[in-house]
């Protein structure tokens, strides 16, 4: 995430910026044709090191304002009831790069975002075990990953009110796409929160901790808010908005991306999700035209929802995009929703075709 | 790669190295401390798109100066006689970016290689079924994938030389780390050249040809040249470079990635690798200072090495590097070994720390 000190620019691409576009992995566009991304394809967002955990010694330790504090190994969390979902994540940070100006951070275009199916024992159940204190106001999640952001060394935390931390979607998963989890991902155990951005979702979870204060560690407050104006945080940043991506038609050139395809019919496809609804509406622009796509059955609750659009073709140079509504009535913006973290930007994808005669 | 026909540059990132960037994939240096990368850090390098594959319609082919000419399906590649090795896998490209000036491209900085367990079948035996004509010189292998590159239209090829390709190393490989190949490294069926740089290894195999004179396809020539002198095409990229990495020690800045870490003894750990012989020796220089490193057992033929280095990190500045030697006495050059395309740099790492007094 940007911090929040540092200015957004019009200027190049900085070094840092390369450093993290090294470490950090997308998922390619093309792979939005897969119902569930392969695990290797999974976009990757890590703030500092990867931990290598040893899962023998690892601990989850639940404390604070509980009446029954616990400590449990692996073992006792894989013991315990569990579910699998179905689940889209998205940074919050997807698209930081196409805004005007743009934060300096992870530099994201289109492609940080993902769907796995993520096993693990539901959190609420454990939390009532524990016996939740009646002036318990927020619980704080953290990480095994450490590091220096915004000048603060920090492990890395985040919170969640109450109401959030025991939804029934809400987990600690072990498993990732019927596996344990791979060291990037969290191993041996991360938080997962449907819907919401992947910041929630924290990673290498070592301590749980109900607390009576809301929670102001550096990724909470002043990270992940929307924030116009310098020093006026906003919103935080909570729920994916409603976003769809096409899969780019045609052959790419290797160097410019750019596209080409043959005239003729072609089926353009895609993926549309929201954390704030069910997707409703998926439309596609051909040319600043737009036309409703047809939808595929939905996908569950918290995995996008593939969508379709038949084209004819025509020879010569097209613009093409798409737009997702949800049942919340969101719909994508066509001018960028800017900010100065560069979070949240479910600005409309364009894809620029060359189609060529047959 | 990079194309020969553009300019390299001292100017600021492009947007289309970006774009690269976001899309192919590195490993964290920080993955250096797993023998075997965990299949999702695994680099990646990917022309054109992923192609998607469906493996009950796929076949191989192997055909042109043979006696024999065969169509395989997975199931007979998967019956026949096959062998796991463990490869270090490294990107031609890997450290393009630190070249000045640079070539556009996937700009790597240091962290396109990777180490995995691949499972297959050789392929000298099947060449020797399929019967080579005497007058058989290069087999060229085409993949699955297609685009545009130097504005030729293309499925993407390369050849190897009888005798490289029947060395008993070589295998079409249909397994990763003891799994099916995920899509983005050759489902059903890669090529798999040890030693050699990854452009060799070919994925999404689709035909296997046996030629009588060189093959002179774009990926083959021009790209994957030295080449100093515009259109002066020197030796072509083979065999991987002698080369070490270091685990960067401490706690990164997230923006930055500056090390900071705490005064007194630390091990620094790191890997080095060469498919021109044997890794003999790794030096670790401190400030400009060298002392040989302790080197680990043997990671096995076609493996990175394991090495580490006790260090008493005093208070201040400092910089860490490392450099191999291998069994042909090559060694890491201190000054860049420059070319217009960007490959092969085995230019030392250069890793600058702060240490904080306790």
Known sequence: MAEPTREPTNGPLTFEELQLATRNRGMPLEALSYDLTPTGLHYLLIHWDIPVVDASAWRLRLGGLVKHPMELTLDQVRARPF????????????????????????????????????????LGPLLAEAGLAPEALEVVFTGADCGIQGEVEQDYQRSLAIADATRPEVLLAYEMNGRPLEPQHGFPLRLLVPGWYGMTSVKWLTQIEAVGEPFSGYQ?????????????????????????????????????????????????????????????RVEVGVDGSWADAEL????????????????????????????????????????????RQGVGNNLVQRVAVSVRPV
């Open 296 to 339: 595929d059955a939905p996908g569950g609750e918290f995995a996008w929802r593939g969508w379709s659009y038949e084209w004819d073709a025509q020879p010569g140079e097209h613009e093409l995009t798409c737009r997702a509504t949800d049942a919340a009535d969101n719909t994508q913006p066509t001018d960028q929703p800017w900010n």
């Open 220 to 280: 909470q407050t002043p990270a992940y808010h929307y924030e116009v104006e310098p020093g006026q945080l906003d919103d935080p940043v909570t729920r994916i908005r409603v976003h769809a991506l096409m899969v780019p038609p045609g052959i790419p050139d290797f160097f410019t991306r750019h596209r080409q395809l043959d005239a003729g019919r072609v089926t353009l496809r895609g993926r549309a999700w929201s954390g704030q609804g069910a997707v409703e």
């Open 83 to 122: 579910q699998t979902i179905r689940v889209t994540m998205e940074c919050a940070g997807n698209g930081r790069a196409r805004m005007t100006p743009r934060a300096l951070s992870q530099p994201w275009l289109f492609e940080a975002v993902s769907t796995a199916e993520w096993t693990g024992t539901p």
